[in-house]
């Protein structure tokens, strides 16, 4: 991988280089990536729709440049980006495991009503990608959006101006993330997630080239971490190190996904600072979701969308809930003693359930079946065994007192 001399801005050092062009093994994985069908499940009746991942994008770029009086949005797409878990996985020298497939469109977005022109262009986007023989003439874009659309941010404030369109509702398959980008100020939490995939370049090649990718002739692919020095960031994405800068940027703090890649084997990069960056963490989560309720709702949707039920995630969602456990009680300084422990016991709760689940599945796969009572026949007639739901304690006969 050659580095090359980076821009300014993003939290990177003037020194630093933030860009550098993928290697032909990284182009593969990335070409196999955009090549790879991604299934967007609809609800109720709606069709689930198959599209490879390219042509996904290609059609939101159409639709995202296509003139307004056309049904487009009238937008200049500046360039398009692979980023975070998948983005990642190309660059990582061993299999990373990444839960969604989140692009990024920069578009212009100083005006609000370019807001609603890219809502739009992604749900006609979606509307043109119904398989063939479903009648399209009572499917309205409202319909679309209940049917595709598992969330959709919009920020517009304090110098951020990006939206974000979810596709999938499907708990274990992975959703497509569509991020629209004006400006963000912070793009990334920890250095490991950090980086992105210019696509343009592999984009213009699928669309010129008839020859297919090989080691003697594939196109440049530029990479960036946003972090700062990509090669410090890749080197801490192959080592499993975690480090960020400045948590209390982060919406949430991080916290989460900090616990996350402890309970998945990384380890600090700095340990002796990373007690300070603990505390900054919970401090930010807690400005967040300050109420106990919002915490709930905040924990249980993050297990549920990053523990999604394979054969180890029930033991790691256990062990992530005690080092959250661990973190919260070791590193809070800013609540009130109660507070605090209204939130340890939230998670002691929440792992208790975790344990109970687990319990309750292994007696189903591992308790022995009953024994079958005999069917006895006797004079003529069989006659079927009586099973108590409860059962009897009664030990012998009433005596009789007449």
Known sequence: MESLAGGEGGGGGGGQQRLAVLSYEQVRRLHDLMDEVVCVHGRGNFPTLEVRLKDLVNVVRSKLEAETRTGGAGLKVRDIRLNG?????????????????DLIFGVELSNG??????????????FDLLPDGVSRK????????????????KVNHDGDRWSLISLGNS?????????????MKRPFEFSVDSFQIVLDSLLLFYECSELAISE???PTVVGESVYGDFQ???????KKLIATRHPEEIRGGGLLKYCNL?????????????????????SRFFIDFPDIGQQRIKLEGYLWNHFVGGPDDELLKYQYLMILHSVVEESTVCLMGHERRQTLCLIEELACRVLCNEQTRYNMHHAPPLPTPPIIFAGGYYYA?????QPCTCTSYMTCTS
């Not at 983005?87 to 990444?98: C, F, G, N, R």
């Not at 410090?232 to 192959?238: D, F, G, P, R, V």
């Open 216 to 218: 003697n002739f594939y």
């Open 138 to 153: 009572r499917i309205t874009t409202c319909s679309m959006k209940e049917a595709y659309v598992g969330k959709m941010v």
């Open 85 to 101: 878990g998948a983005a990642s996985h190309v660059l990582a020298t061993e299999s990373t495991p990444y839960n969604d497939l």
């Open 262 to 282: 402890l309970v998945r084997s990384y380890k600090p990069a700095d340990p002796e600072r990373i007690k300070i960056l603990e505390r900054y963490m919970c």
């Open 385 to 389: 065994p009586i099973l108590s739901a």
């Open 232 to 238: 410090e960031a890749l080197y801490h994405l192959h």
């Open 171 to 183: 708990r274990g398959h992975r959703n497509v993330e569509l991020k629209f980008v004006d400006s």
């Open 113 to 126: 009503r370019n807001f609603d022109r890219v809502k739009t262009a992604v749900l006609s986007s979606l």
